[in-house]
């Protein structure tokens, strides 16, 4: 049997194409910029996969909110799915992170109101992840995640709150745009629209992943209503 | 239009655990004041259904109205009358009898009252334990106790789960008494249990659950003759 | 019945459980005080860096007692399915959160007051701050704890892996509600040069606002089946 093409291979193989011309701009095309030197360029992955994370996050935000009330197996897929690409790109952040400031700053690790934020938003989504795990039933698993969901989202903006606000921070206040050249906005930009579209791609494909083990595992439709011998719906009880 | 409304009503009524559907199809309409005797081998759904009835179970499919009201709804409205006994007696084991009555009367909206809750105790065969912590019971006893937190809540559809399990002879007694006195005060009953010709007399009507599909509907008296027919063909 | 009483009724219900479990509430009692004589054992001997930490010890104390007192809150609703007794009772789920929550707090109001002299002692701080705002932040501080403690508590308490869960997902949450209530606290034991006190105690109120009532909203979808 020929399988059938999914219609989401189309943004991904777009969002390849765009992360290729975005990269090959932002490590041959743009010069290297004066104070950070070569690893600078690490800005052109970091700074779209932390827009991306926390947009990717958001909307797991709002299908965590629509799935508690529609309770419909292919919301809580594309939550579960939206959750794991936030995660995925969560820990690419901190990676990222610790990569450029081992040689910027000499060190790897400090408090910081982004990096903590970061780790945070990681570790909490990771134990929303794991929690679905240990859920009972499909009903329980889709609640739990989307409980667990929103709590832990509206956890972020107090976390960096607070970490920012106790001083102490090394990280870059906002350092664009204006200033550099065109060349730099594309490679950001195209980067930044590559890295979406990669994650709507990688959501889709696990939410797709999500409802067929669904499927192999669960129900099949349930059976209709018992009829009698004459094939009229059998109804219990007594009306009068 | 409440006076037409059938006490319960389920229309193709499905819940599943994991990978199986524990009841599905359920078609069941009772009105006010009438009873249904629900009978199965053990594992065919039982107390499933009866915790969908009593809305503490979700379905996955179908629809239930209580009293014409749906629980999706307005669960706190479609609740309020109904009252379901399970074997597991849902009792706090470190408070005394008469403070686990006293913790659903105050959630109830009832005024505590310990002359109306050791009168209820006295009527569950349980006098002279009101101080006395819930560990301490034995399942039988814990069973009376749950029947008077029913008798409390004092609801017009009651929910019975296996009503004479655990209990010793006069409380089988106690049951039927119990149940002919709800009868007469025009509630609602639902009653699950295996002992057939204690309970298929007084009762009206009768479903036998198999493998959580319906097998079998029509009058309680005819149940027990059925369900030896539905069971060993 | 409104909100309100049937909150207090769950509450006054948990305090009788509460004063009931003696054996248990001793037991947590006695955890807490190990864990700061351990947190003690494990760092140097120090007299002037063990006064510089004896809050983020307090408080570490009070995070690991919680998993425990959370725990124990709710093993007497699921141990004979009183919680879903409570369920078929006309009681809005979020009376039951509201009654939980209050009693934890309580409960980790009431350890912390008896964990603090001993931190002091320990330790060797004092507070040279006014005893109401320490105790604010020991309240706003449990509170915080409470509030998606409980959520979280009830939501896995008939999981597997319960133990393992409700660490899980509850200290990720927790982490400003640790770093308010160590700084506030920390700032109580010494002097307040920068006047930070008053701000922390407004993110605490922040945070709690947020979390008392938004796990309130969600708590009948954990405990739902």
Redo the contacts between chains.
Sequence with gaps: MKRAFDKEHIIGVIGLLMLAYGCWKALFVVPAMNHFGEVGRIFFMHVPTAWNALLILTGSFILAIGA?FNRKPSWDAALTGSVEVGVLYTALLVVQGSIWARPTFGIWWTWDPRL?TAA?LL??FA??L??RS???????RL??T???T???Y??VP??Y???K??PRGIHQPHSFPSTVSTDYHLALRFNAIAMLLLGIWMTFRRARWILQQNAA???SA?????L?AEGR???????? | MAATC?A?EAT?L?R??????AV????????TG?S?LLAGPNGSGKTTLLRLLATTL?P???RLQVLGKNPTDDAMAARRPIALLTHRTQLYNELTALENLEVSARLLGLKPDKQRSTALLERVGLSGRGQHRARTFSAGMRKRLAFARILLQDPQIVLLDEPYGQLDPSGFGFVDKLVEELRRQGKTLVLSTHLLDRAAPTL????ILKGG???W?GPARDLPAAYAHETHP | MSLLAQSRAVFLKDLLLAARGGSRLSGVLFFATMTLLLFSFATEPDPESMRRHAAGYLWLALLLSSLLSLGESFRAEVEDEALEGLRLLPVDPRALFYGKALSNTLFLVGLSLVLLPLSLGLFGAEVKSSPGLLLAFLLLGTAGLAA?GS?YAA??S????QDL?LP??L???V??VL??SV?GTGLCFSADPMDQRG?LLQ?LT??DL??WS??GL?FG??I??
Excluded at chain 2, 16 to 21: E, L, S, T
């Design positions: 508690l903590i945070i570790i909490a134990g929303v794991s929690a240990f859920a009972n039933n499909q009903g329980q609640r739990w989307a409980v667990a929103i709590v832990a509206i956890d107090i976390v709150f607070i970490v606000w106790l595992t669960a129900m349930a059976p209709g209503a018992a009698d719906t059998m109804v219990a009880g007594v009306e009068e | 059938p319960l193709n499905a599943g655990y994991g990978d199986r559907w599905s199809g359920i078609n069941l309409r009772l009105a009438r249904l979700q996955n499919e179908g009206d009507s009768g479903l599909r319906m097998a509907v | 998606p959520l939501m896995t008939r999981a597997r892996g869960l899980l997902l200290f990720p949450l982490v400003p770093i308010a700084k701000a993110v922040v945070f947020i979390y938004v796990c969600l979808k954990v739902e089946e």
